[in-house]
């Protein structure tokens, strides 16, 4: 029941945090992609960058670390070559986030299958929901070009949605999944016994 708990608690956490950056997303689309895309460069500059310094503090040389050097060096021109094209590679983040939001789909795809285990009426509500999140990923992966002009809004909407809807199933799950543990519980037999003897008295 604990890991249980700690699994919803950390769904809910990572729900709101998309829900968050689904409203940065959507009041400052501009803005967003260009500091995503910078971001993520410079991150990527500083990992090839320990990659190559690495190679050189190291006094045994293997092939394994030559390999590291060179992934290095080339994770240092990728960067680099983000950090000053990055509306080139803004093209990309339509798809990035549309594999995103396809994966949590399949993941609230799942826990339908667990509502319907628990008996829960409105499963196919879920069910629903995760079709939806799932068509949208694939919308995103599939045709990026159409969302083109307003890609950033259209993705935090998207992930709005997904925090929102993967907060609603989580918190079902959590509620059914009790309640079916709740009805497999045993009975205490011995006390219904003595309860039925006291009443014969």
Do not use: C
Not at 33 to 46: H, N, P, Q, T
Not at 137 to 142: R, S
Not at 163 to 187: F, M, Q
């Amino acid at each position: 029941m604990e890991k249980l708990k700690r699994l919803k608690l950390n769904h809910v956490f990572e729900a709101l945090i998309m829900i968050t950056i689904g409203f940065v997303l959507i009041f400052w689309p501009k803005a967003s992609l260009v500091i995503m895309a910078r971001a993520l460069a410079i991150l990527l500059f500083l990992a090839g960058v320990v990659m190559v310094v690495s190679y050189f503090v190291r006094k045994e040389k293997t092939f394994i670390h030559s390999s590291g050097f060179l992934i290095g060096i080339i994770i240092v021109g990728v960067g680099t070559w983000i950090f000053f094209n990055p509306n080139d590679f803004t093209d990309l983040i339509p798809k990035i986030f549309g594999l995103f939001i396809l994966i949590t789909g399949m993941v609230n795809l799942s826990q339908t299958f667990s509502l319907v285990s628990y008996k829960y009426p409105l499963w196919w509500l879920s069910l629903v929901l995760a079709i939806i999140t799932i068509g949208m990923g694939v919308f995103l992966i599939v045709d990026p070009a159409f969302f083109k002009k307003f890609a950033v809004m259209i993705i935090g909407i998207f992930l709005v949605y997904d925090g929102v809807s993967n907060i609603w199933t989580v918190s079902r799950v959590g509620k059914y999944s009790r309640k079916a543990e709740a009805d497999l519980e045993p009975i205490d037999v011995e006390a219904v016994i003595e309860d039925v003897d006291e009443g014969k008295k």
